[in-house]
């Protein structure tokens, strides 16, 4: 599996190497079928594996696989959509691959790891949108400050809902007081 990431990352590397020309039909299919093979080595070696370790070798084989084909459309035909997919590609990966590691777990602890990887997810879906608003050229500059500032304050609503939801998620392996204070201080703590 970490051949199969150094595979990648070499790929990646070349593309971006050649980032300067553009790149021709021909160099786009022959790197979406070295990508293919890429896939297809990691997938074969996630076969040796068992029960969730098999999942999670099957995550990060796939969330490579997605994220290489995005950086391949994203170097091929540059643009702030297709930067924003790499870091969409990214975030949903990550998402992909923390998901199925807590499946190792159970009851509240496997909730709460869900929870954090929802709100991590969530974190990085939304600075990809601020991202983007800061890349994205506007009329004017206030008009572009104005977008930013939206993108800002919409991301940090976000984050704090999710980061609401997890900490919320902690407190339900208490009761009682404990459980009310808890949710308490996670309300007060986000606002919510």
């Known amino acids: 599996m970490k051949n199969t990431r150094n595979l990648i990352a070499l790929v990646a590397a070349g593309l971006l190497a050649t980032s300067g020309m553009a790149m021709t039909r021909e160099e ?15 997938k074969a070696q996630c076969d040796t594996l068992k029960a969730n370790a098999k999942d999670i070798c099957m995550a990060e084989a796939k969330g490579n696989e997605k994220i290489a084909k995005a950086e391949l459309e994203a170097q091929y035909k ?18 992909d691959v923390a998901k199925e590691k807590c499946d190792d777990q159970q009851g509240n602890a496997k909730d709460v790891c869900v929870k954090d990887a929802k709100a991590a997810h969530v974190a990085a ?10 890349a994205k050229g506007a009329d004017s500059a206030a008009a572009k400050q104005a977008d930013v500032a939206d993108a800002k304050k919409d991301a940090a609503e976000a984050k704090r809902e999710a980061d609401y939801k997890a900490a919320k998620e902690r407190c339900d392996a208490m009761s009682g007081d404990a459980k009310d204070a808890c949710v308490a201080d996670a309300k007060r703590m986000y606002g919510q």
């Open 28 to 42: 786009h299919s022959a790197a979406k079928d070295r990508i293919s093979a890429d896939y297809k080595a990691a």
């Open 78 to 95: 540059p643009s702030d959509k297709a930067t924003y997919k790499v870091h969409e590609a990214r975030a949903d990966a990550a998402y």
């Open 125 to 134: 879906k939304e600075n990809a949108k601020v991202a983007r608003a800061q």
